[in-house]
C-alpha cells in the first residue's frame, strides 16, 4: 500500500506566505480601499538595465544556430562561476575554485534540497525567529531541531549544554526578519567550535548586499577555517532584484569531508547531476552581463532605495515606541517590531487589514518567539510605504 512521508503531518497545515497571499485575495476581494501590501520580501524595482540586456544578448546567442546552447552544466555555465570568483570572492582570502560553485535556480531549493545528502534524525540548531523554510524543510527530512534565539547564546549553549549536540547550524546573517548580523569574532569562534564538535554550518547570506558596517562579514569565507567547515549559500533574488528570473549560488568547498573517502562536495555535485538541470541560461546571462559590464554599481542603487525605505519605516516604528532594538535594523531590509499593547502577532495582522487595509507578516510565522512580533518589508514601492505610514499616523 502506497505510504506517505508522515513528516509531513508535523507540517503547519499552510507555508506562511502562502497563507498571507490567501488572506490578501479575500481582502482585496471585498474592500474597495486599495492594499498596501509590506508582507513578502519580494522586490519592486524593475530590472537593471544591464540585466535586462543580458537576456537580450542571451536570447540572441540562442537564436543563432551557431551559438546556441542546450542543457546547461548542472551546476552551472563556468563563464558565470568566473565571474563570481572575480566579483563576490576578491577580498575573501579563501580561494573558491569553480567545482565548489553550485549555480543554482534559487536558495530556497539549495537550503532545503542539500539536505537530502545527509542521514535523517540528525541534530539540527536554528534560529527562533529565523526564514521558515529551514524549520519545514528540517521537519520534512525527520530531523531533531535544536532551536537559538540570538548567535551569543547559539554559543553559549554548545559550549556549555552537554545536551546541545548539533551536526548542522543554519546562519542568517543578516537575520530574516529581525536583522541581527553574525560579527567576524562570533563567526571566529563558531568556526573554531565546529572545528572541535565536528558539525557543519549552513550560512545564508541572502541579504548580505544590505550590510552597512564595517566590521560585518560578508561571506563566512572571510574567516580563516571557514572551508573547512561552511556552505555557504548566495541569492541574486534581492541582491539583483532577479526574484522573477530566479539565480542563485552555493558555496560546497571540498574540504568538507564526512570521512577520509567523501566530499560533501562530491555528493552535492552527485545530487545535482540527478536531480537538476542547471539554471536557465538566459538567467545566468542577465547576471553575467552585470559583472561584465561593471554594472554592480546600478544594483547598490536599488539596494540604497530599499535601505531608505527600510529606514522610513524604522523612524516611523521608532516614534511609536515599537522597535526593540536599534541596532537590529541597521544591516536589514526588514523592520522588525513589537505588536502594539502586546498583541498576538496574528491579531494585529487582521488588525492593519480591517482598519488600514495594510498588510505585513506576524511574527510568529518565523517561530514561537516571533510571537508578539510583526515584519514589514522595505522592497516596497515608496509611494506604498508613504501611503502605509500617512494611514498608520
Ligand atoms: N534565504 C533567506 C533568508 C530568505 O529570506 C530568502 C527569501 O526570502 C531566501 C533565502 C530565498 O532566496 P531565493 O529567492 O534565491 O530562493
Known sequence: MLKINNNYLKLENNYLFAKISEEKNKYIQKSDVSLIDLSIGDVTLPLVNKASEGIIKANNLLSNINTFVGYPPSSGHEFLKEQIIKNDYLNVKAKISKEEIF????????????????????????????????LDSNIMRGNNILYYSSIDSLIYEIENNDDFIIDIVYICSPNNPTGEVVTKKQLEKLISL??????????DAAYEAFIQENNIPHSIYEIKNAKRVAIEFKSYSKTAGFTPIRLSYTIVPKEIKINKDITVNSLFKRLKDTKYNGPSFLSEYAIYNVYTSSAINELKENINYYT?????????????????????????????????????SWDYFYYLLDNFMILGTPGIGFGKNGENHFRFTGFGKREDILNAIDRLK
Open 103 to 134: 549555480i543554482s535556480d534559487s536558495s530556497k531549493s539549495d537550503i532545503s534540497n542539500i539536505l537530502d545528502i545527509f542521514s535523517d534524525k540528525l541534530n539540527v540548531a536554528i534560529q527562533n525567529p529565523v526564514y521558515p523554510v529551514y
Open 194 to 203: 565546529a572545528l572541535k564538535y565536528q558539525f557543519i554550518i549552513f550560512f
Open 308 to 344: 531608505e525605505n527600510t529606514k522610513i519605516l524604522f523612524d516611523f516604528f521608532k516614534s511609536k515606541h515599537l522597535i526593540l532594538d536599534e541596532n537590529l535594523c541597521v544591516n536589514s531590509p526588514y523592520v522588525w517590531i513589537k505588536t502594539p499593547n502586546n498583541m498576538s
